[in-house]
């Protein structure tokens, strides 16, 4: 699987790109893309529009990763992330790319395995990752690159869980891990029938049945006090 990286931003947009099986990782380009301080807003988006059209049209990757806008310094630095996020998007979307977006949180933690590291961990954590001789510079292709990874990682654990429930389907008429029929049988919680109480023993509530609050035992007396009602109401009035 081949999967692309884009750290967006308007001064400098880090991409990578990687391919993977989903145990073992090799790096095929990173970069950044760098914008001239000079230069007007809408050109910058523009250079970095044909730029990443380029690179994807080079790379031709399964899936475009994306960080999500989860914060920025003030609303001026959103807005221009905004803008970025939005030409790395048309740029993948024309290719007939996939999308995915993940929170900075989600990519540190699959990468590192804590949502607050610090960029110089993740560069070490993609240095050992991909094999390489030294960490990726500049660290926006460092991000981008574990956005990648990140998506990599997700998406087995995503079809992982699909296998294991699909295969932990019961047939009707199955045995829960407590050895008691019905309760894993359901496959909608309309059909879920709980487990009733009565006379100190488990039943099953057949279908149809009444639903409400389980049966509980009749409460005990001790002999003594039955003795004593016994007597109570035998005497004459």
Excluded at 82 to 108: D, Q, S, W
């Amino acid at each position: 699987m081949r999967v692309f990286g884009i750290d967006p931003g308007s001064e400098r947009t880090g991409y990578g790109c990687l391919d993977s099986d989903g145990r073992r990782h090799r790096l095929v380009l990173c970069g950044a893309v760098r914008t001239s301080a000079t230069d007007a807003f809408p050109v910058k988006l523009a250079l970095i529009h044909d730029r990443l059209a380029g690179l994807l049209a080079q790379c031709r990757p399964e899936c475009v990763v994306i960080e999500s806008l989860f914060h920025a310094a003030n609303v001026r630095s959103a807005l221009k992330l905004g803008h970025a996020r939005g030409v790395a998007m048309l740029a993948a979307v024309e290719a007939g790319v996939e999308v995915v977006e993940y929170t900075p949180a989600e990519i540190k933690r699959a990468v590192v395995g804590y949502g607050r590291a610090e960029k110089s961990q993740v560069q070490q954590m993609i240095k050992l990752l991909l094999g390489l001789e030294r960490v990726p510079t500049p660290h926006d292709a460092a991000d981008a690159l574990a956005m990648a990874i990140c998506h990599v990682h997700l998406r087995g654990n995503r079809q992982g869980n699909l296998v294991d429930l699909k295969n932990s389907r019961r047939q009707p008429g199955s045995l829960d891990p407590r050895g008691q029929p019905g309760s894993l049988d359901a496959t909608s919680w309309r059909a879920y029938r709980p487990l009733a109480v009565g006379g100190g023993k488990t039943s099953v509530v057949p279908d149809g049945g009444s639903h409400g609050p389980p049966l509980r035992p009749p409460p005990r007396t001790s002999p003594l006090k039955a003795r004593r009602t016994t007597r109570q109401s035998s005497d004459p009035a």
